[in-house]
């Protein structure tokens, strides 16, 4: 009887975290895209500059 409560218990525990972990790799995931999102303008003008600074140092 222990050792089925023990395995139920195990089993409710595993359930648990699966879906934190889902969570969390979502808000990773979000957190990335919300930031490469909000310097877009800033990574497009630097790649614009450095190749406008490339075609100028060509001889």
């Known amino acids: 009887m222990v050792e089925t409560k ?5 089993h409710i525990l595993g359930e648990q975290e ?5 969570n ?3 808000l990773i995931g979000a957190s ?3 930031d490469v999102a909000s310097r877009t303008v800033e990574i497009l003008t630097s790649k ?6 490339l075609s ?3 001889f």
Do not use: E, G, W
């Open 6 to 10: 023990v395995s139920r218990q195990k």
């Open 18 to 22: 699966d879906p934190a972990n889902a």
């Open 24 to 26: 969390r790799a979502f």
């Open 32 to 34: 990335f895209i919300l």
């Open 48 to 53: 614009t500059v450095f190749k406008q600074n």
């Open 56 to 58: 100028l140092n060509r």
